[in-house]
């Protein structure tokens, strides 16, 4: 892959372009999409998709933004399965600042200045993922907020195909439907609202992971708990045999979960319960816990362990009210894949290597909106953005990177055109 730095220009000025509306998504927010900036991100691509071409362009009342590009396929072409690409518009909130001053910076391999001000460093001592970009470019923060390349640069890399797959009288390939959706980074909340059917794909690909090379096909199956715990209040001095805590009765419940599967002590495929929040007060108690595992049979058993857990409370506090409630958020892609749809994963692994990008499947600690449309029948892996970083002030996107990732969203259209033509000769 020889470097294009014009196409690079043009990724960044996009990249920069929409990462310039904030549109971080808000977990308090009962409303998709929870906050206005997704809404204005959508519409600004929306308006980029109509004078680009694009038809059917559809931005929902939950701003679930769909688009179709016709086919163009010479006479007597096999027909090509329809496919399809999935980005979020969120970025995510971890308490920084949600506004983006992203910019490109040479990077020589020595240390980069963030932010002289606040004295903000991005350091190849610090971070030794940035060695093999020296000579490169990077996309990079300002420091106080997340470069947002998750999902942005996702969003950038679609863009760019559409507009060249719009345009080029010379480019073969079938229908691409395009899907960005809000309020991915608080439980996948946007892609739920999505109207399936101006999805008509056989399958798709999200671009919502870091590194070149990075391919995902299995990714957790994601349960969200609540435990509610109503005690009796008593004054004190008449409290004994009268009043029972739920603060203690919480504990007695935490007290039983295995303290080795938990997110700090588990990595690779192995699961865990993580318990995120406790509020309690004298008359009550709430328990939140997430439960992870890519294995679906140790997914079921985690939350027996946790049933078995509350049950075991109930018989030690017999007067407490306990209530459990378990709510299944998305499931493993790798689950929905079996021989008649493994070509979402086959395409990509081909695509890469037609590129000279070495393929690093990845077990994903995390789910994404593909996770979603798996489990809904439209088969959907994950590819690499190419950053570095999610999700904090460090986070950096090699331009270099964030060209192969698009190259790979033009190669899956082609080879998808391709596959379809060879399947028909033999
Ligand atoms: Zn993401």
Known sequence: MTPDPALQDRLAERFLRYSAISSQSDAAVQTVPTTPGQRELADLLARELRELGAQEVHLSDTSVLTARIPARLPQGHAPVPAVGFCVHLDTVDVNLSPDVRARVVGFDGSEICLNPELDLWLRPSEHPELVP??????????GTSVLGADDKAGIASVMEAASTLLSDPHAVHGEVHLAFVPDEEIGLRGVRT???TRFPVAHAWTLDCCAIGEAVWQTFNAAEATICIQGVTAHPM???GVLVNPVLVAHDIVAQLDRGQTPEHTD?????????DVAANPATATLELNIRDHNLQRFEEHKQTLTAAVEQARTMHPRAVVELQINDVYGNIQDALHDENRQAVDLLLEAMEALGIEPRPLAM???????????QGILTPNFFTGAHNF??????????????????????????????????RS
């Open 238 to 240: 008449s409290a004994k």
């Open 133 to 142: 970009y020296a000579g490169d470019r990077l996309l990079v923060t300002d």
């Open 194 to 196: 999505m109207d399936l």
């Open 391 to 424: 999700h904090s002030i460090h986070e950096f996107l090699p331009l270099r990177s964030f060209e192969a990732s698009h190259l790979v969203v033009l190669e899956l259209v082609r080879r998808t055109a391709l596959a379809a033509d060879r399947q028909s």
């Open 365 to 375: 600690r995390g789910g994404t909106d593909g996770s979603w449309l798996s489990r």
């Open 268 to 276: 690779g495929t192995e699961g865990y319960i993580w318990v995120t």
